[in-house]
């Protein structure tokens, strides 16, 4: 099903004082869909929500919504509306009116006002909440008065901008189901920007990821994590081992030592690469069946899993696994073809 | 805790120079006799009745708080739009456009309204080019209008500090919230800017009105002897006629008078929801 797309970043460079923020980012959405920028700090994605809400405009670029240029449009008159980061709520006005701030200014009748207000509280879980003032609520009620107060006006595209980092880890986690719910109910286009990788896979339909101003990668969660694109990616997102290798040929490669069968083409004879593996995908095996052999020099408990680090010559392998080998035993580890991902050596990951 | 003993040096200073002289004045208003002599003291409102029953002080009260109302009023309408401009600029810039506002509180307060006297004078820069023009020189002096013009220009800064205090504080993504929800830069003003900055607007006010409904130096200066203010008849009293009972009767008056403003002007602001802040 192709949907249409929403908003359109053509080209869009930013720069402040000489220093390049974005680097010729080129980016659409499509209605109705979850999209994730995700990356570190300083990547570039909070600017780039700010270009799409019109807080900031671009050096270069435009920006376009449902095909007309809006580059120019103040953010007051864009279809768009923002939960911002540490929600900005006002202080002033107590739950009702804060949530009914941007119908006040359309000149919506009272009654009508009143009634979205109240639909939106029970949309948020928050019945009642209208006489409330902002500073008696907690983080995750701010959060909940914050995704109110946009989705009232009934945005096209909603931006949220590291909405869950001031909550703690539990109610992080609910909030994301909520949100998750609460996108699919409205059918409402989501742009979020966060630095967890967790969080995207978690509740994206596509996922963006952007380093040093650039997007690195844009795929499915799933695209994603499996075929990470680059070393940057494979590194960001979930844990990977990453070693040297040798493409031989088309479908065969060489690391620490051993000849491994894989699914990548199409490099040079004998290219140097660099070979990501998961660490739930390293097998655990007899010391004799496995294709490597190692020593267990640390084990770590984490919950579903143990997080074991093997030392095979000079290469430490990170392995997850339900099974717990003690330290100082020697296992055999195997990977099968599909898990050996395959990347060209580059210094500056470009696609 | 033991830093409470650090507070003793402070409620010393606070019940000597400020709890005991505010009792002896209340005592004094609410006593007479010969000012200079303790033993012929009696309890008596009789400084508090003259004040009521005579329609001059009571005029004089009343012209007195007109023109602190309407200077507070001249000084905000003046000094908010300034406070907000300078808001906006970047912070090196604001903090020179500032300090320009503050230096000439440097200056002696005594000398910088005698400025005013060479300006406005009968042979005054002003009148002198008037004159040169072939017009009669006008009555600039010894008339409201001065003693306004001396209360604006020297409690203007006392106004537009505060308000700009606030200004600067306010976290710039509110301003970007209501944007975001279709407010225009007015509408963001009048909404949300505006309203966080009350706190301000009535510590200025606080600020310019008490010092304006208590001055005896302006008006004494500018306004002449013809136009003297409640804060005049106190000076009198204590400087001229030696009734100490009738000044602090009078001091007594305008400070429960002041008392009774501030907590109208704070019951306004709460109502209006501002922040804390402010002198109450």
């Keep these: ?351 | 805790m033991k830093f409470k003993r650090f507070t003793i040096p402070y409620i010393l200073w606070l019940s000597l120079f400020i709890v005991i002289p505010l009792l002896l004045i209340v005592f004094y208003a609410l006593s007479s006799g010969d000012s200079q002599n303790f033993s012929t003291f009696e309890f008596s409102f009789a400084s508090l009745e003259r004040f009521f029953s005579s329609p001059v002080y009571i005029k004089v009260l009343i012209r007195s708080v007109r023109l602190a109302v309407v200077s507070t009023v001249i000084c905000l309408i003046l000094g908010y739009p300034i406070a907000y401009i300078i808001s906006k600029e970047n912070p090196k810039k604001r903090n020179v456009l500032i300090l320009m506002f503050v230096i000439p509180m440097w200056m002696n307060f005594l000398l910088r309204t005698y400025a005013w006297l060479t300006l406005l004078g009968k042979s005054g820069i002003i009148n002198s080019i008037i004159m040169k023009l072939g017009f009669q020189p006008l009555e600039l002096l010894y008339n409201d209008t001065a003693i306004l013009l001396g209360m604006v220009y020297n409690f203007l800064p006392f106004m537009v500090l505060p308000i700009f205090s606030v200004l600067t504080k306010i976290d710039f993504k509110l301003i970007e919230a209501a944007e975001d929800l279709g407010a225009n830069k007015i509408t963001t003003f009048r909404r949300v800017v505006f309203p966080l900055s009350l706190p301000g607007v009535m510590t200025g006010i606080s600020m310019v009105f008490i010092p304006a409904v208590s001055t005896f130096v302006i008006s004494d200066l500018l306004g002449g002897s013809k136009a003297s203010l409640i804060g005049n008849l106190i000076e009198q009293q204590f400087r001229y006629t030696g009734d100490w009972h009738f000044g602090s009767a009078m001091s007594i008056i305008l400070m429960v008078f002041i008392l009774i403003t501030m907590a109208l002007t704070s019951k306004f602001d709460k109502e209006k929801e501002g922040e804390g802040g402010g002198l109450w």
């Design chain 1, 1 to 351: 099903m192709e949907r249409q797309h929403i908003v359109d970043l053509n080209n869009i460079s930013m720069e402040y004082g000489g220093v390049t923020v974005l680097d010729n980012i080129n980016l659409y959405i499509k209605e109705n869909e979850f999209l994730t920028l995700l990356g570190p700090s300083g990547c570039g994605k909070t600017t780039t929500l700010r270009i799409i809400g019109g807080f900031e405009k671009p050096t270069k670029g435009k920006v376009i919504f449902e095909g007309k240029d809006i580059t120019e449009v103040p953010p007051y008159q864009r279809q768009i509306n923002t939960v911002f980061q540490k929600y900005a709520l006002f202080p002033h006005l107590d739950v009702f009116d804060n949530i009914a701030f941007g119908l006040k200014i359309k000149k919506i009748p009272r009654n009508i006002i009143k009634e979205k207000v109240q639909e939106m509280l029970r949309l948020v879980n928050l019945q009642g909440f209208e006489k409330r003032s902002i500073e008696s609520l907690s983080g995750g009620q701010q959060q909940r008065i914050a995704i109110a107060r946009a989705l009232v006006n009934e945005p096209r595209v909603l931006l949220l901008d590291e909405p869950l980092g001031a909550l703690d880890l539990k109610l992080r986690k609910e909030m994301q189901n909520e949100l998750k719910n609460i996108q699919k109910r409205v059918g409402i286009t989501f742009i979020y920007v966060t630095h967890d990788q967790e969080e995207a896979l978690t509740m994206s339909d596509t996922i963006v990821v952007m380093d040093k101003g650039k997007i690195q990668q844009i795929g499915t969660p799933i695209d994603i994590y499996n075929e990470p694109k680059n070393a940057f990616v494979a590194k960001f997102i979930g844990e990977s081992n990453i070693v040297n290798g040798i493409m031989h040929e088309d479908y065969v490669v060489e690391f620490s030592g051993k000849i491994f069968k894989c699914v990548d083409k199409g490099f040079l004879k004998d290219e140097d690469v660099e070979v990501v593996i998961r660490p739930e995908d390293v097998d655990i095996v007899s010391p004799d069946k496995g294709m490597l052999k190692g020593i267990v020099t640390s084990v770590t408990f984490k919950g579903v899993h143990y997080e074991m680090i093997v030392k095979d010559k000079d290469i430490e392998w990170m392995i997850h696994s339900t099974i717990m080998k003690e330290v100082g035993t020697e296992i055999g580890m195997d990977i099968l073809p599909e898990n050996i991902h395959i990347m060209r050596k580059v210094t500056n990951h470009e696609i």
